[in-house]
């Protein structure tokens, strides 16, 4: 069976400048990973633009991606400096030369020290600064980009720097968190309204983490009823100024009553003979769950900004693509209007606060040499974005 899309729908990849070039300046460089690896060298992205180029573009004419804040800014409401403007600028034009339309992330979950050290997104005095810096980025590189993404995942985001714990500034404060997210909602609606009178024509959103969270039993209602609610309804109530809603979507997690995942509790998902990647259980059919959700909600069109799976098995890579593609075309079918989809990610990168074991990539990154390589589903997926079609 062959499944096919619009001429107009948009597909691409997806990275951040953080976790494929040399940290700068920024509150994640120095952190030790879950695998042991310490957040400094990446990919080494910034020294292989021209190699990079290349492979973005035979994967999708479309690509998502961000700057590094803390490269092109080195002080509060400072210029922005000439070797980073020079550099990006390089690689923007490089893109474009070889017709890749720009989806640009403003604030991809990393900060400058400077910034950082000022109190970061718990104070609301500190919006102004990241906005000037927002809107020098707009100047600066408004007419390479197609479409603009003002924060990634803000719920993912806070819920990781101020609940749980995983993300810097390591808090557990619930009124912090709760000022963080109000405080970064008020700066995408002053960039929204900066950006559609500077550049009427490209569409802005968010990027809004997205999971389905379901009770095992009696013990899990509530804790999952918790977290839909903080992770799914609340955030999102606070963006009101959007041309399009983005999401990303990764699993489903069980609850009984804690969550119930690859990573931290791997007995219970091999004990339940569930299907998984090296996080999640593996649910496709969650996306469609989630794209129907936001859709009732909002009634705005759907991009998916992030989506994957976290495996070396790149087997299990290549089913996934088959198996979302399959939930994309099925709620297309029903007359949700879904306009692009975005893989997570380009080439293997440095995960966060996992490392660079946790591979998401279509193409595999050498550790030691950095040397890129194509996997299977690499081939596959060019052949979908450019052929806009799939056999399942």
Known sequence: MTISFPADFMFGTSTAAYQIETAVDHDWQGIRALDGSVFDTTTDHEKRHAEDIEIIQSLAPHYRMSLMWSKLQSAP?????KRGLDEYHALLHGLRQRNVRIMMVLHHFANPLWFAKLGGWEKASNIPLWTAYAKAVVNEFGTYVDSWNTFNEPNLYTSLGWVAAEFPPYRRN?????RVINNIARAHEELYRYIRTKYP??????????AVFKPRNLAGQIPAAIFDWCFMSYPVSLFRSLDFFGLSYYARIDFDPRPVTQLRSPGKIRALQKPHDDLWEYYPEGLGECIRRFWD???????????GICTPDDQKRVKAIRDYMRVIRTCMDEGIDIRGYYHWTAWDNFEWSLGPSFKFGLYACDREHRTRTAKPSAKLF???AYNREITL
């Open 77 to 81: 409401f400072a210029p922005l400096n």
């Open 201 to 210: 024509g490209a569409p802005v959103g968010i990027s809004h983490n997205s």
């Open 382 to 384: 060019s052949s979908l």
């Open 297 to 307: 909600q909002f009634h705005l069109p759907v991009i998916i900004t992030e989506n």
């Open 174 to 178: 619930l009124l912090a968190a709760h």
